[in-house]
């Protein structure tokens, strides 16, 4: 079968099981990453040429060097798919393929999937529940909307991935007080009512149009919780035939087949809203979720999301069919919180439960599995418990996500 060239865009470190799968089948790999990640461990032996690029501030590139950087590029190779491994990286690689004509996620299709304003927009439009909203570009707008929706309210960046940049308002003085501070970047900025309630994420694999593969989970602490209020941040999957995972599955279907995905793996929040019980569209992302959610769907279902996806995208570069296996039906956990040490003592929390502890710098991070949804519960809440009365640092929030 003919070797492909497939370019890999990442400002984070990640995607490593996507490159090793890319080239396990036949495929000539090329990263573009920041030049701030050059000592990372990158999984050398699966690519082929590394370029690097210089970072304006975290995740930024300048593109108008970096489109000129690839017609350099394009000059003595053929390129045949731009894949972005990282949220930050999905509206570099719509450009590249705009701009150099390379099959897969234009421009367009990229907004609904990475400005928050667009796929509420569209996710209204398309008869899916949304919170209410309004873009901040119209002071009458915004007074409206201030008028008619009562608070609290949450003001977003459009454009961030996880929940970094999200602030909370409680009144109009701090509204127009935080909106008048955010000076000429206003625009990239939307006002949303803030409902409490449950949130979930939804992780996909589509192949031509068909959901292949869905796995759910309910966040026990929500990004935007540990983003602004430190803590320990855990998820857990849900039961494939609990009305909760039926009711999610449902309303992901609708949101992918609105934003027009064809392929690829999805990241998707939803919020069960305490007031009404309705599920609520929060956000989607055109890559695979972070905070080493990928452990936690591969721990209850033997899937590898990284990897699937590798092979969807060279069964449509090659014509070929795709198939995903049968996935297992274990509960799975996951807990990662900021420490002190460098390195936890993991002997504390070993248990016949841990599928594997994660090693990353000054974290705890541990994914279980079990047969017994009530038993990962327990870990979690024991191990949380533990880690808040030991271990836990809490730094001020971050502009830029670790994920």
């Known amino acids: ?38 000592e990372k461990n ?19 590139w300048n593109l108008d060097h970096l489109v ?106 701090q509204l127009w007080e935080a909106l008048n501070e955010l000076g000429e970047e206003r625009h990239l900025f939307l006002l949303e009512s803030f409902k409490p309630g449950d949130v979930y994420h939804v992780d996909s694999l589509t192949f031509n149009k068909e959901i292949v593969f869905t796995s759910a989970s309910k966040y026990l602490a929500p990004p935007m919780e540990v983003s602004h209020e430190g803590g320990v941040f855990r998820t857990k999957t849900l039961g494939r035939y609990s009305d909760e995972f039926k009711a999610l599955d449902e309303v992901n279907a609708k949101v992918l087949s609105s934003f027009g995905l064809i392929y690829g793996a999805t990241h998707t929040e939803f919020i069960r809203s305490k007031d009404d019980g309705k599920y609520y569209f929060l956000e989607t992302s055109s890559r695979v979720g972070g905070a080493h959610i990928p452990d936690l769907v591969e721990a209850s279902s033997n899937i590898n999301i990284w990897r699937e996806w590798a092979k969807i995208e060279d069964a449509l570069l090659k014509g070929k069919k795709y198939e995903v296996s049968k996935p297992t039906g274990y509960y799975s956990g996951l807990i990662v919180a900021l420490i002190k040490d460098k390195e936890p003592d993991y002997n504390e929390f070993e248990c016949e439960e841990v599928v594997k502890f994660l090693p990353i710098d000054y974290h705890v991070g541990i994914v279980y599995k079990s047969n017994d949804a009530t038993i990962v519960q327990e870990r979690l809440d024991h191990a949380a418990k533990k880690i808040h009365a030991e271990l836990l640092n809490i730094l001020p929030p971050k502009s830029k996500p670790s994920s």
């Open 1 to 38: 079968m003919e070797e492909k060239t497939i370019v890999c865009i990442s400002c984070y470190y990640k995607g490593y099981d996507f490159m090793e799968e890319m080239k396990k089948l036949g495929n000539k790999i090329i990263l573009v990453t920041s030049e701030n990640l050059k």
């Open 42 to 60: 990158w999984p050398w032996e699966a690519i082929d040429e590394v370029f690097y690029m210089p970072e304006l501030k975290p995740s930024v």
């Open 68 to 173: 000129q950087g690839f017609s350099h590029l394009m000059q003595t190779r053929k390129v045949d798919a731009v894949i972005a491994l990282d949220d930050y990286d999905v509206e570099k690689a719509a450009l590249i393929r705009e701009t150099f004509r390379i099959p897969g996620m234009g421009q367009t299709t990229h907004r609904y999937f990475r400005d928050k304003l667009a796929m509420r927009q569209k996710a209204k439009d398309s008869g899916i529940n949304v919170p209410e909203f309004t873009a901040v570009f119209n002071n009458d707008e915004v007074n409206r909307f201030v008028d008619k929706v009562p608070g609290p309210w949450v003001l977003k960046p459009r454009s961030e991935a996880s929940a970094s940049g999200i602030k909370k308002i409680t009144n109009r003085e």
